[in-house]
């Protein structure tokens, strides 16, 4: 499993750009403006990933951890042999398989094949 990046949901989506860019030297490497959100990806030097988040009425903050698995069905499997009573959620995509859970304070942990 590896740390592919981390989901930020933002007030202002221009002062978090010229933030992220500016200050901590990450590029913009994808954008997907929708009616009820844009959604900016962010890589930086290391390969280390960054999405910006600007909903209508957000609420801010961290959203959650995405990591890169090569078979989400079977981390699931690993997950939940640890932890029995863990809730996750399977969703396809039409670029990937996602499983959504949350850690012990809340924020979504979030399993990328």
Same mark, same amino acid.
Do not use: C
């Given at each position: 499993?590896?740390?592919?990046?981390?989901?930020?949901?933002?007030?202002?989506?221009?002062?978090?750009?010229?933030?992220?860019?500016?200050?901590?030297?990450?590029?913009?490497? *994808?954008?997907?403006?929708?009616?009820?959100?844009?959604?900016?990806?962010?890589?930086?030097?290391? $390969?280390?990933?960054?999405?910006?988040?600007?909903?209508?009425?957000?609420?801010?903050?961290?959203? $959650?951890?995405?990591?890169?698995?090569?078979?989400?069905?079977?981390?699931?499997?690993?997950?939940?042999?640890?932890?029995?009573?863990?809730?996750?959620?399977?969703?396809?995509?039409?670029? *990937?398989?996602?499983?959504?859970?949350?850690?012990?304070? $809340?924020? *979504?942990?979030?399993?990328?094949?």
């Amino acid at each position: 499993m590896q740390l592919e990046y981390t989901t930020i949901l933002v007030k202002d989506m221009d002062e978090s750009l010229n933030f992220y860019k500016k200050t901590l030297g990450f590029e913009i490497e *994808n954008q997907l403006n929708l009616p009820d959100k844009t959604i900016i990806f962010l890589k930086d030097k290391s $390969g280390a990933g960054i999405e910006l988040i600007k909903e209508k009425n957000p609420e801010t903050g961290l959203f $959650g951890i995405v990591f890169k698995v090569n078979d989400v069905k079977r981390e699931v499997q690993i997950m939940k042999e640890d932890n029995p009573d863990l809730e996750i959620v399977i969703e396809q995509t039409p670029n *990937n398989t996602l499983a959504f859970t949350k850690d012990p304070n $809340g924020v *979504n942990i979030i399993l990328s094949q």
